[in-house]
């Protein structure tokens, strides 16, 4: 027995393996405490994503609805012949123009994020003049800015800045970008486009003195289908897919999307993009 024990007494032995015995349980019980916590996480992940999607259908059906209504009822008005003055049909018309303006630029957006999410979204880069790209998107809003008084500035940058990307998908991340500034603008809606450049990469601010966003909202925005709260009631119209897929155009350009916001005074998403080398 001596022998067997290394000289330790009896006692000592079993001390011993209680002790080996109390670590083993307790290590069993935090493992279990660890994949407890881990399952309930998941299960709270899943509730959640369930929950966006449900919120993205409705909000979805909200976007399609109002567009939809407002066509068909000033098209019955038009076809019905009452509106006796030019500039009332003017205005009809331009309703129904915009409308279904958002409601393709909607589809659009649905269609782009499928393909995201099924990796069949290709890209076709070229060489491109980021200022003359970042002005023609902004002169595109020339309309808009006038209709919904919102203030407006462009500052390019004084040298050239050539990146490699798909002119088309870029232009849709800053038109996301633009479109979340109106939205989001509060009372007195503001946007400034800044080109710069900072070494070996080019750069645009979007910049708004808005309704801002909390600094601990500003890592969940770029998920798909997320949209804030306070956001939603403010009865903003959004889906919570435009800023994921700026997120994922910039990545497929080996870019960066980041955000700086304050609360009450508004935000600035800035695109990165690496200089094409000459
Ligand atoms: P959507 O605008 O359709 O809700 P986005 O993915 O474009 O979806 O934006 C996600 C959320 O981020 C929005 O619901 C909004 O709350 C917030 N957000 C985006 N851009 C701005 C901005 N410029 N100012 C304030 N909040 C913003």
Known sequence: LNIQS??????????????????ILLSAFFIMIIGTLIIIRNIQNTVKVAQLKSDFVRNVSHEIRTPLSLIKLYSETLMLGRL???????HYYKVIHSESGRLTYLVNSILDFSKIEAN???????????NRLVEQVYANYNHTFKEQGVAHE????PEKLDVMIDPQAFSEALSNLIENAIKYGGENKYL???VRSDKRFALLDVIDHGIGIPLYEQKHIFNNFYRIEAALTQNTRGTGLGLSLVKHIMDAHEGEVQVH?????GSTFTLKLPLLQV
């Open 120 to 130: 069949r979204k290709t890209y076709e880069p070229e060489k491109t003049a980021l």
């Open 84 to 90: 006796r003055s030019e500039e009332k049909k003017q």
């Open 6 to 23: 290394n000289g330790k007494s009896y006692s000592e032995l079993i001390r011993n393996r209680s002790k080996t015995n109390l670590y």
């Open 261 to 265: 916001s304050i609360m009450g005074k």
């Open 192 to 194: 400034m486009l800044k």
């Open 154 to 157: 462009l500052v390019l940058a």
